[in-house]
């Protein structure tokens, strides 16, 4: 199998390059990335002279391109987003770019190109806000977006769907919660908390820090997209959850507990406009259907990853600093 991989010196994208590579050692990954803020080629450095892998820098918006490498693949795997909330807040004309006109024209290059499978990474944002007692979201829960992001994630959505069932292009979908885990830009919340206390920094709660994500390990969501990719029906949606719904401030003590910091490391800022009060995902379908359920517990996973981000301060600094953009350049 060749498949493009859109976005994948980003966070998700390069940890699902290793998956892929290494569990399938015999495909092909094309990864198309832009490089914007997000990107980092750093990530990849272990694979990058892997023969079965090829990176090409570009734009999800550039059609020609898009045309081009599409037609040399069987499947694409489709990450490339702006991906971050408060940049959303701050300005949303790149979501809208990216997010929306950015898939508008891959699923343009992918109609009538012979694909096996186009698949669109999603977020559980699109679905809305819960309240504490509401039921977790599933696959027919109605759109209910409510940031930029989420609305630019959720247009997304709805253009993948009409061209399957207006051009028959044979996609699917998943909708996931809060991944963690390598290679997270320290910009989201628990990179952000754990590099700030290795630099003595304190962390910034928004709020009262009451707001509820569910939590899902990045290698859980990589397995869960390869058994949608291999085994997911065509035209569905697979929404992919952690059972660790958790509030900001369990996992600020959390992470505060395990790096030997106190209380005094808090500080509560201005919240976060228009903040989602909690998320939570019902994985039933993806796990009755294609056998997929959460491995790695939220405790072993944030323990793994408070020690990744120890043992690649290199890394995270180098983001900190700029000095990462360097690197690329030179490529
Ligand atoms: P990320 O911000 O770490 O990476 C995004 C990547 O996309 C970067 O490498 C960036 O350079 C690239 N990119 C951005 N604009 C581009 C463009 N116009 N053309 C080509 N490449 C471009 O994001 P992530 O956290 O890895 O998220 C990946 C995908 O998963 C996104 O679609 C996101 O909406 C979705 N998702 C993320 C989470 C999460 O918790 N991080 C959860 C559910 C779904
Ligand atoms: O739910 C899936 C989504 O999870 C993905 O679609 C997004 O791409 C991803 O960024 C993430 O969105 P969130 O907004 O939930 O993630 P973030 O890490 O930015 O924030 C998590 C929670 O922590 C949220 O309630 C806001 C809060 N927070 C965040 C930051 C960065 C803080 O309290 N302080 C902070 O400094």
């Not at 790149?94 to 006109?101: A, I, Q, R, Y």
């Not at 990474?121 to 109605?142: H, I, M, Q, R, W």
């Not at 028959?168 to 919340?189: A, H, M, V």
């Not at 998320?279 to 020690?307: M, N």
Request: glycine share 6%; proline share 4%; with cysteine.
């Amino acid at each position: 199998m060749r498949l493009l991989v859109t976005g994948g010196a980003g966070f998700i994208g390069a940890n699902f390059v290793y998956h892929i590579l290494e569990k399938y050692p015999e495909y092909e990954i094309v990864n198309l990335d832009a490089l914007t803020y997000a990107g980092n080629l750093e990530n990849l450095k272990d694979i990058e002279n892997n023969p079965n892998y090829e990176f090409v820098k570009g734009d999800i918006c550039d059609k020609e391109l898009m045309m081009d490498l599409v037609s040399k693949v069987d499947a694409v795997v489709h990450f490339a987003a702006e991906s971050h909330v408060d940049r959303s807040i701050l300005d949303s004309d790149s979501f809208v770019k990216t997010n929306v006109l950015g898939t508008l024209s891959l699923l343009e290059a992918a109609k009538n190109n012979g694909l096996k499978r186009f698949h669109h990474v999603s977020t559980d944002e699109v679905y809305g806000s819960l309240e504490k007692d509401d039921p977790a979201f599933n696959e027919k829960t109605p759109y209910d977006p409510r940031s930029p992001y989420s609305a630019s994630k959720a247009s997304s959505d709805h253009l993948v769907r009409a061209y399957y069932h207006t051009h028959d292009l044979p996609i699917t979908i998943s909708n996931c919660s809060n991944n963690y885990g390598p290679y997270q830009f320290p910009e989201k919340l628990i990179p952000l908390f754990v590099t700030n206390l290795i630099e003595g920094k304190k962390v910034p709660v928004y709020g009262t820090g009451e707001n509820v994500r569910d939590w899902l390990h990045v290698k859980d969501h990589c397995e869960a997209i390869d058994r949608i990719l291999h085994d997911g029906k065509i035209g569905e949606t697979y929404c992919v959850g952690g059972n660790a719904e958790k509030t900001n401030m369990e996992i600020t003590h959390e992470i505060l507990k395990a790096m030997k910091a106190g209380e005094e490391m808090i500080e509560h800022i201005e919240d976060r406009k228009g903040h989602d009060k909690r998320y939570a995902i019902d994985f039933s379908k993806i796990k009755s259907e294609l056998g997929w359920e959460p491995q790695v517990s939220f405790e072993d996973g944030i323990e793994e990853t408070i020690e990744w981000y120890k043992n690649n301060e290199d890394w995270w600094k180098r983001i900190k600093s700029g000095e990462y953009q360097e690197y690329q350049k030179a490529k």
